[in-house]
Protein backbone atom coordinates (compact mmCIF):
# COMPACT_ATOMS: atom_id res chain seq x y z
CA UNK A 1 0.00 0.00 0.00
CA UNK A 2 1.16 3.35 0.07
CA UNK A 3 3.10 4.85 2.37
CA UNK A 4 2.39 7.71 4.59
CA UNK A 5 5.67 9.38 6.84
CA UNK A 6 4.13 11.96 9.22
CA UNK A 7 7.07 14.04 11.64
CA UNK A 8 5.57 15.00 14.84
CA UNK A 9 7.56 18.00 16.18
CA UNK A 10 8.02 21.93 14.91
CA UNK A 11 9.03 23.56 12.28
CA UNK A 12 11.76 21.72 10.32
CA UNK A 13 12.50 19.51 6.49
CA UNK A 14 12.53 15.97 6.07
CA UNK A 15 14.85 14.16 3.93
CA UNK A 16 13.91 10.37 2.87
CA UNK A 17 16.39 8.25 0.92
CA UNK A 18 14.18 5.77 -1.09
CA UNK A 19 12.88 2.77 0.54
CA UNK A 20 14.09 -0.53 -0.06
CA UNK A 21 11.51 -3.20 0.04
CA UNK A 22 11.56 -6.87 0.53
CA UNK A 23 8.61 -8.67 -1.32
CA UNK A 24 9.37 -11.86 -0.05
CA UNK A 25 9.37 -10.70 3.79
CA UNK A 26 7.09 -7.89 3.58
CA UNK A 27 9.49 -5.84 4.70
CA UNK A 28 9.99 -2.08 3.92
CA UNK A 29 12.81 -0.29 5.37
CA UNK A 30 14.39 3.17 5.47
CA UNK A 31 17.88 3.47 6.32
CA UNK A 32 18.13 7.61 6.04
CA UNK A 33 14.75 9.68 7.40
CA UNK A 34 17.01 12.85 8.45
CA UNK A 35 14.44 15.80 9.95
CA UNK A 36 16.40 19.20 10.55
CA UNK A 37 14.94 20.54 13.74
CA UNK A 38 16.52 21.61 16.97
CA UNK A 39 15.58 19.38 19.27
CA UNK A 40 14.10 15.83 19.32
CA UNK A 41 11.22 14.24 16.51
CA UNK A 42 9.11 11.40 15.97
CA UNK A 43 8.12 9.41 13.29
CA UNK A 44 5.20 8.03 12.57
CA UNK A 45 4.76 5.88 9.35
CA UNK A 46 1.54 4.28 8.08
CA UNK A 47 0.79 1.67 5.08
CA UNK A 48 -2.83 1.51 4.34
CA UNK A 49 -4.38 -1.95 5.23
CA UNK A 50 -0.74 -2.89 7.76
CA UNK A 51 -0.78 -0.61 9.57
CA UNK A 52 0.79 1.94 11.70
CA UNK A 53 3.95 2.77 13.77
CA UNK A 54 5.07 5.72 15.79
CA UNK A 55 9.27 5.80 16.55
CA UNK A 56 10.81 6.42 20.01
CA UNK A 57 11.92 9.43 20.33
CA UNK A 58 14.73 10.97 17.85
CA UNK A 59 17.88 13.35 17.85
CA UNK A 60 17.84 16.07 15.54
CA UNK A 61 20.06 15.17 12.43
CA UNK A 62 19.94 11.36 13.65
CA UNK A 63 19.50 8.44 11.19
CA UNK A 64 16.31 6.72 11.84
CA UNK A 65 14.79 3.29 10.55
CA UNK A 66 11.66 1.95 10.52
CA UNK A 67 10.74 -1.57 9.97
CA UNK A 68 7.71 -3.25 9.03
CA UNK A 69 7.73 -7.36 9.37
CA UNK A 70 4.51 -9.49 8.54
CA UNK A 71 2.68 -11.09 11.89
CA UNK A 72 -0.05 -13.85 12.37
CA UNK A 73 -2.98 -13.60 10.14
CA UNK A 74 -7.02 -13.26 11.68
CA UNK A 75 -8.28 -16.39 12.14
CA UNK A 76 -11.27 -14.67 10.60
CA UNK A 77 -11.42 -12.97 8.00
CA UNK A 78 -13.29 -9.21 9.17
CA UNK A 79 -13.28 -5.50 8.28
CA UNK A 80 -15.44 -2.27 10.47
CA UNK A 81 -14.58 -4.31 13.54
CA UNK A 82 -12.94 -2.47 16.73
CA UNK A 83 -9.34 -3.83 18.13
CA UNK A 84 -8.91 -2.72 21.82
CA UNK A 85 -5.26 -3.01 23.67
CA UNK A 86 -5.59 -4.86 27.03
CA UNK A 87 -3.28 -4.26 29.84
CA UNK A 88 -1.45 -7.04 28.78
CA UNK A 89 -0.09 -5.50 25.34
CA UNK A 90 -2.54 -8.38 23.73
CA UNK A 91 -5.15 -6.95 21.39
CA UNK A 92 -8.67 -8.15 21.42
CA UNK A 93 -11.01 -7.61 18.20
CA UNK A 94 -14.73 -7.69 18.31
CA UNK A 95 -17.17 -8.10 15.13
CA UNK A 96 -17.19 -6.63 12.55
CA UNK A 97 -18.04 -7.88 8.49
CA UNK A 98 -16.69 -10.53 6.56
CA UNK A 99 -18.28 -9.25 3.01
CA UNK A 100 -21.47 -11.02 3.60
CA UNK A 101 -22.92 -10.62 7.37
CA UNK A 102 -21.97 -9.00 10.33
CA UNK A 103 -20.34 -11.23 13.24
CA UNK A 104 -20.14 -11.85 16.22
CA UNK A 105 -16.69 -13.38 16.71
CA UNK A 106 -13.52 -12.52 18.79
CA UNK A 107 -9.69 -13.16 18.63
CA UNK A 108 -7.08 -12.12 20.87
CA UNK A 109 -3.40 -10.97 19.54
CA UNK A 110 -0.31 -12.13 21.30
CA UNK A 111 2.72 -10.05 20.30
CA UNK A 112 5.13 -12.53 22.26
CA UNK A 113 3.62 -15.71 20.53
CA UNK A 114 5.22 -17.80 17.89
CA UNK A 115 8.45 -16.48 18.67
CA UNK A 116 7.65 -13.04 18.99
CA UNK A 117 5.93 -13.17 15.19
CA UNK A 118 2.60 -12.77 17.08
CA UNK A 119 -0.12 -14.90 17.24
CA UNK A 120 -4.16 -14.68 17.04
CA UNK A 121 -6.43 -16.86 18.94
CA UNK A 122 -10.07 -17.07 18.55
CA UNK A 123 -12.36 -16.26 21.84
CA UNK A 124 -15.88 -16.09 23.24
CA UNK A 125 -17.92 -14.85 20.63
CA UNK A 126 -20.38 -11.97 21.50
CA UNK A 127 -24.01 -12.81 21.87
CA UNK A 128 -25.07 -10.13 19.10
CA UNK A 129 -23.32 -10.09 15.70
CA UNK A 130 -22.36 -6.17 15.06
CA UNK A 131 -20.06 -4.05 13.07
CA UNK A 132 -19.66 -0.25 13.11
CA UNK A 133 -19.58 -0.54 16.84
CA UNK A 134 -17.46 0.51 19.93
CA UNK A 135 -15.45 -1.57 22.05
CA UNK A 136 -14.27 0.32 25.38
CA UNK A 137 -11.96 -1.61 27.96
CA UNK A 138 -12.93 -0.10 31.17
CA UNK A 139 -11.07 0.56 34.68
CA UNK A 140 -12.80 -2.66 36.01
CA UNK A 141 -11.30 -5.43 33.97
CA UNK A 142 -14.14 -5.41 31.46
CA UNK A 143 -14.71 -4.06 27.76
CA UNK A 144 -18.14 -2.41 27.01
CA UNK A 145 -19.40 -3.29 23.48
CA UNK A 146 -22.14 -0.67 22.22
CA UNK A 147 -24.29 -0.59 19.28
CA UNK A 148 -23.41 -0.86 15.54
CA UNK A 149 -25.24 -2.58 12.54
CA UNK A 150 -26.44 -6.15 12.78
CA UNK A 151 -28.49 -5.17 9.20
CA UNK A 152 -30.44 -2.74 11.24
CA UNK A 153 -28.63 -0.29 13.85
CA UNK A 154 -29.14 -1.65 17.29
CA UNK A 155 -28.77 -0.61 20.54
CA UNK A 156 -27.67 -3.85 21.97
CA UNK A 157 -24.71 -3.83 24.60
CA UNK A 158 -22.59 -6.24 26.49
CA UNK A 159 -19.40 -6.87 28.76
CA UNK A 160 -16.70 -8.73 28.11
CA UNK A 161 -14.60 -10.06 31.29
CA UNK A 162 -11.10 -10.89 29.07
CA UNK A 163 -9.68 -12.54 32.58
CA UNK A 164 -12.76 -15.15 32.42
CA UNK A 165 -13.15 -15.08 28.62
CA UNK A 166 -16.39 -14.16 28.67
CA UNK A 167 -19.84 -11.76 27.92
CA UNK A 168 -22.59 -10.80 29.91
CA UNK A 169 -25.26 -9.05 29.16
CA UNK A 170 -26.16 -4.81 30.39
CA UNK A 171 -28.67 -2.86 29.84
CA UNK A 172 -29.16 -1.63 26.24
CA UNK A 173 -28.19 2.46 24.84
CA UNK A 174 -31.80 4.21 25.13
CA UNK A 175 -31.08 4.81 21.04
CA UNK A 176 -29.75 3.12 18.39
CA UNK A 177 -26.31 4.14 17.45
CA UNK A 178 -23.43 3.15 14.70
CA UNK A 179 -20.27 4.96 13.72
CA UNK A 180 -20.72 6.80 17.07
CA UNK A 181 -17.91 7.65 19.42
CA UNK A 182 -17.68 6.28 23.10
CA UNK A 183 -15.04 7.65 25.69
CA UNK A 184 -14.11 6.67 28.84
CA UNK A 185 -14.24 9.58 31.33
CA UNK A 186 -12.01 9.59 33.90
CA UNK A 187 -14.94 9.05 37.21
CA UNK A 188 -15.04 5.92 35.39
CA UNK A 189 -18.14 6.49 33.42
CA UNK A 190 -18.91 5.89 29.52
CA UNK A 191 -20.03 9.16 27.03
CA UNK A 192 -21.66 7.43 23.87
CA UNK A 193 -22.05 10.61 21.11
CA UNK A 194 -23.94 10.56 18.23
CA UNK A 195 -24.44 8.11 15.09
CA UNK A 196 -24.64 8.05 11.69
CA UNK A 197 -28.20 7.68 10.85
CA UNK A 198 -28.29 6.52 7.43
CA UNK A 199 -27.92 9.48 5.71
CA UNK A 200 -27.73 12.06 8.26
CA UNK A 201 -25.95 12.27 11.61
CA UNK A 202 -27.97 12.03 14.91
CA UNK A 203 -26.94 14.62 17.65
CA UNK A 204 -28.22 12.79 20.79
CA UNK A 205 -25.77 11.30 23.44
CA UNK A 206 -25.58 9.72 26.65
CA UNK A 207 -24.08 8.07 29.63
CA UNK A 208 -23.53 4.39 31.05
CA UNK A 209 -22.71 4.49 34.66
CA UNK A 210 -21.88 1.14 36.48
CA UNK A 211 -21.71 1.10 40.37
CA UNK A 212 -19.10 -0.92 41.33
CA UNK A 213 -18.72 -3.11 44.51
CA UNK A 214 -14.94 -3.09 46.33
CA UNK A 215 -14.62 -6.21 48.11
CA UNK A 216 -12.85 -4.96 51.22
CA UNK A 217 -9.50 -4.00 50.51
CA UNK A 218 -8.58 -6.29 47.81
CA UNK A 219 -9.07 -5.71 43.74
CA UNK A 220 -12.47 -4.97 42.29
CA UNK A 221 -15.34 -7.55 42.30
CA UNK A 222 -17.57 -8.01 39.52
CA UNK A 223 -19.55 -4.71 38.40
CA UNK A 224 -23.30 -4.36 39.17
CA UNK A 225 -25.66 -3.71 36.71
CA UNK A 226 -25.65 -0.36 35.26
CA UNK A 227 -27.32 2.08 33.56
CA UNK A 228 -27.99 4.61 30.21
CA UNK A 229 -29.01 7.99 30.93
CA UNK A 230 -29.43 10.39 28.39
CA UNK A 231 -27.41 13.59 28.23
CA UNK A 232 -26.59 16.73 26.50
CA UNK A 233 -27.13 16.64 23.09
CA UNK A 234 -24.21 18.02 20.23
Known sequence: ???????????????????????????????????????????????????????????????????????????????LHTATMLPSGSVFVTGGRDGHLALNTCELFDPSGDAGRGRWTAKAPM???????????????RIIVAGGLDDIPIRRCEMY?????????????????????????????LLVVGSKNYDKGFVGCEIFYLPMVHGGVGPLSAPTAGQWRSTGSL
Open 127 to 141: TSQRERHTATRMPYG
Open 1 to 79: GNVSIVVESGAGTLSTANPVQNAVLGIVRWTDLRYSATGPFRLAASVVGLGSFRSPEINAGSTAEIVWTPTGSFVYQRY
Open 161 to 189: DWQLDRWGPIEDMIDVRYEHTATLLRDGR
